[in-house]
């Protein structure tokens, strides 16, 4: 079974920066596609980031050019640095990966990690 576990969320003002991490924890498996989405108070859920194995990215118009996601395979661990930070980042930010075990794979999602940017 795998854990998709996250850090780093918090409180930050306008203009700041933070960074999150998904770590995969378990055994007997590898991550294929990664990504960071986030969800509002009564929005529906975003992608934030996406990042492939082999390291390919891709943004929403939203995030691009202030976050930057990343990854270090043999960690199983995913990071998204956020700079620039607005008010309107402010969201739960869930870590999402397609995980391959044995022969299936499966999409797994991480419990959330609040992030709030005052103005």
């Known amino acids: 079974q795998v854990q998709l576990v996250e850090s780093g969320g918090g409180v930050v003002q306008a203009g700041g920066s933070l960074r999150l991490s998904c770590a995969a924890e378990?055994?007997?498996?590898?991550?294929?596609?990664m990504a960071w989405y986030r969800q509002a108070p009564g929005k529906q859920r975003e992608l934030v980031a996406i990042i492939t194995r082999s390291g390919g990215t891709n943004y929403p118009d939203s995030v691009k050019g202030r976050f930057t996601i990343s990854r270090d395979n043999a960690k199983n661990t995913m990071y998204l640095l956020m700079n620039s930070l607005k008010p309107e980042d402010t969201a739960v930010y869930y870590c999402?990966?397609?995980?391959?075990?044995?022969?299936?794979?499966?999409?797994?999602w991480g419990q959330g990690t609040q992030v709030t940017v005052s103005s």
């Open positions: 378990g055994s007997g498996f590898s991550c294929n596609n």
């Open positions: 999402n990966a397609d995980v391959s075990m044995a022969a299936t794979l499966r999409n797994y």
